[in-house]
């Protein structure tokens, strides 16, 4: 660097060091793109830009990267560590073409490599994003998609400057290009022009699609030959005029139709920072770099969130922005429409949809059609497939209608590969809990309004962590060539497809979107705090015990993991129960012997709301452990016996992964950290307990044992009366009502309706009963009774046998 130069960069730092404020992406750019800093780095820039050059430069301090301004010196000489793709925009005029100083130093790294076979340059991708509007229909380009000259930098620096990002990428490895394409001339033009197309996708993931004017949006809307004809075919069979049909239609899309608004995104970007701080001690986000690669490669994204609270709307759209991604376009339904927050919602990517618009074609084709435009034009997607929020803190069934009409866009000839992205989102409090057991309880639901957001602000204090993991993508594309190898004959570009193999891909679709939500789950301190303090009799532990038992959760989750999405915290047990009571959710006695950590009733009703989040990750364990406790010892061959029978039950209602993948090794590891932990004894084929660790091992059995004691209530059932499948499960639900209030249960899920549903569902899925809930294997249903009821405590197997004496009418 001349002398001039590094004068001019002085100068040029004191006012971006004092304008600029940038975000990285991703946030530890070092760990999660692997960057090794034993080998030489040089970066790479889409556009000739010292301002560009010099925020790089500060962003490369703060994580501990090689300076840019720093020459690289390999073998005695000095090179630059920067290099730029494009001369950029100037004033007078703009220079596409890649400078000749940056393919003479492609060129010449190359043949470092040529010469030298240990070296190993990383090309670092790194591109500084000023402005992140899409721009709109009847401009040619957005201004994010293009260099800015001078002025234009000065500017957006002026009033961009805190709104910028830093996006690192993947490093290039240039002795696997030297090695597989050469190094002759031609190599390095084809490394600057790979660069190019690089950094133009990644812009249009950070911008998206351009933003098309309203009212346009609606005439093409209307005009498309699918509402033209419904439009024409309402008018005659209500025998009204077309117009008045036309302009419903109108009103349908008014209704629905989001508004984005760039600006309005960044002011809220602010104000959401502001409350995070405030309310949170951090949000933990993971696998973001999946999505981040999925938008850069041109997929149509798809997200499908687990609900847990009205929060999720805001916490995706934020978490996405701040990793370098377009909000998404979000279902939201007609509730939340109301005043102020139906227009901030809208602004923000809401679309809007009524809870049920069954019989209503017009509102469904306008709907169907508007959903298709978003996915045709590039929008991300962003739908709650519960259809609502969980009210016990488990996933409810999803509903199928959206995922039905994703497909259905695609069978309008959608170029673009659409991927599902399961997400689990996860809080140490949800501020709509107390009024979930209130509902569950019987208490009328409040409608949403007004006041009752300016009742959430008034609450507004420390509520621990939040957590946004990004599961495992699923190919839509994939899963149809997979699965339905002929799909393509049903495409269709004008009339909606209802082809036979939509209803049973929809719902294997939906099972997978459900299944890698809960295998993305993370814990935290409270869960695991919740599911140890639950176990318990008397919902109270020593702190000595509750340190112990969160010591063992944390060993089975780190080293039996159940799916490689999953998170485990990285604090020790100890620390961990430090933070879950300053979240100021439990009570604390102190006497000579130290601490003891319990919950009163009231909040022992609230925690299993944060115990059923992670239930599914314990689920093995703790069946395990109950087999142990309940017989003392027994064979490896009759505990996987057990295992594989109920899992089948388990899965359907905790949304688990297929045990074809992983079941078999998955019990194995879990057996093996109880033996290593001294939990168990192990001689041979042969386990038994060990009895000083007895009360550990019983505190993870109790874990399932609430979901084993419904099932025996409708084994029972089912074993003597045959009712028929809605009776059955009416009987179950009160048994378990019985049930509840005999033996203190507080788990409002215990009496669920839904839950009997699936377990029904499932017994005849698993051949135990016909459609008319009818035993239709004698032997096979004994046997699962037998297994089932050897692993509930005799005082509620008492219990259910005298509710079943009792005449059904009476209870």
């Not at 959401?272 to 999946?290: C, M, S, V």
């Not at 309004?449 to 190919?475: A, C, D, H, M, T």
Request: charged share 25%; glycine share 4%; aromatic share 8%.
């Amino acid at each position: 660097m001349s002398a001039w130069q590094s004068i001019y960069h002085k100068l040029l730092n004191l006012p971006v060091s004092t304008l600029v404020k940038t975000i990285s992406i991703p946030s530890d750019p070092v760990n999660e793109l692997d960057l090794d800093l034993s080998r030489p780095v040089v970066y790479v820039l889409p556009f000739h830009s010292h301002t560009d050059l010099l925020t790089l430069r500060a962003s490369c301090l703060k994580h501990q990267l090689p300076d840019p301004l720093e020459p690289l010196q390999i073998n005695g000489k000095s090179f630059s560590r920067y290099v730029f793709i494009s001369e950029g925009n100037r004033l007078l005029n703009r220079k596409d073409e890649i400078p000749e100083k940056s393919l003479d130093l492609f060129g010449e790294l190359l043949e470092l490599h040529k010469q030298d076979s240990e070296l190993d340059i990383q090309l670092v991708p790194a591109s500084v994003v000023w402005d992140r509007s899409p721009g709109n229909e009847t401009r040619t380009h957005g201004p994010s998609l293009k260099p800015m000259n001078g002025p234009q930098k000065a500017w957006a620096i002026i009033t961009l400057g805190r709104d910028g990002m830093v996006r690192f990428s993947r490093a290039v490895s240039l002795r696997l290009m030297a090695d597989q394409h050469g190094t002759d001339a031609s190599i390095a033009q084809k490394l600057a022009r790979v660069a190019k197309i690089h950094f133009s996708r990644q812009k249009r993931a950070a911008s998206g699609p351009k933003l098309p004017d309203r009212q346009a949006l609606f005439a093409r809307l209307l005009n498309s030959k699918a509402i033209e004809k419904v439009v024409a075919e309402e008018a005659k069979s209500r025998n009204v005029p077309s117009d008045k049909v036309r302009k419903e239609a109108i009103d349908m899309l008014e209704e629905i139709a989001a508004n984005f608004s760039p600006k309005l995104i960044r002011l809220l970007d602010r104000v959401l920072t502001y409350i995070w701080n405030k309310i949170y001690q951090g949000i933990e986000i993971n696998n973001a770099e999946r999505v981040r690669q999925l938008a850069q490669d041109g997929h149509e994204i798809v997200y499908v969130p687990c609900h847990r609270s009205h929060m999720d709307y805001l916490l995706l759209s934020y978490v996405l922005y701040k990793e370098g991604l377009v909000p998404p376009h979000i279902a939201a339904g007609v509730n939340l429409n109301f005043f102020p927050a139906g227009t901030i919602f809208r602004r923000s990517g809401a679309f809007f949809i009524r809870r049920s618009f069954k019989g209503n074609r017009l509102y469904s084709t306008v709907f169907r059609e508007y959903l298709a435009e978003l996915f045709a034009r590039g929008y991300s997607v962003e739908y709650f497939s519960e259809g609502g929020r969980s009210r016990t803190g488990r996933l409810l069934a999803a509903k199928t209608g959206m995922v039905a009409m994703t497909l259905q866009a695609m069978l309008r000839g959608l170029k673009r590969p659409v991927t599902l992205v399961p997400v689990y989102i996860g809080y140490e409090h949800v501020m709509e809990v107390a009024t979930y057991s209130k509902e569950l309880q019987g208490k009328r639901k409040e409608k949403e309004s007004l006041g009752q957001v300016l009742g959430i602000w008034r609450k507004l204090r420390n509520f621990g962590k939040g957590y946004v993991n990004f599961g495992e993508p699923i190919s839509i594309n994939q899963h149809l060539n997979e699965n339905v190898p002929n799909w393509h004959e049903s495409i269709n570009p004008v009339e909606p497809q209802r082809p036979e193999w939509l209803i049973p891909t929809v719902n294997q679709l939906a099972d997978k979107m459900m299944t890698g939500i809960n295998s993305a789950a993370a814990t935290n301190a409270l869960t695991l705090c919740a599911t140890a303090l639950l176990a318990s009799r008397q919902r109270a532990l020593s702190r000595d015990a509750l340190e112990a038992q969160i010591g063992l959760y944390l060993d089975l989750l780190r080293h039996a993991p159940y799916s490689t999405s999953r998170t485990v915290p990285d604090e020790s047990a100890s620390e961990m129960v430090e933070h879950a009571l300053s979240l100021d959710k439990f009570l604390v006695e102190r006497d000579s012997l130290g601490d003891i950590i319990s919950l009163n009733r009231q909040q022992s009703t609230l925690m299993t709301y944060y115990r059923n989040n992670i239930i599914h990750l314990f689920a093995i364990p703790s069946l395990i452990a109950q087999q142990l406790v309940c017989k003392d010892t027994l064979t490896y061959s009759e505990l996987c016996h057990t295992v594989r029978t109920l899992y089948p039950f388990f899965k359907a209602e905790l949304y688990m992964r297929n045990a074809d993948h992983y079941l078999d090794d998955y019990v194995d590891n879990i057996l093996f950290i109880m033996t290593d932990t001294a939990l168990i004894q192990r001689d041979g084929d042969t386990l038994s307990i060990n009895p000083a660790k007895l009360n550990q091992l019983q505190l993870l059995g109790r874990t399932v044992a609430e979901t084993l004691q419904r099932y025996a209530i409708t084994l029972t059932l089912l074993s003597h009366h045959q009712p028929g499948k809605a009776e059955l499960e009416k009987q179950s639900l009160m048994m378990a009502q019985r049930l509840s209030r005999l033996h203190g249960i507080n788990a409002p899920e215990f009496f669920d309706k839904g839950v009997f549903s699936i377990l029904v569902t499932t017994l005849r899925k698993q051949g135990y009963a016909d459609d008319n809930c009818c035993s239709t294997q004698e032997e096979k249903l004994a046997e699962l009774m037998k297994i089932v009821t050897s692993l509930i405590s005799p005082d509620v197997k008492l219990t259910i046998q005298a509710i079943l004496n009792q005449p059904i009418e009476k209870q």
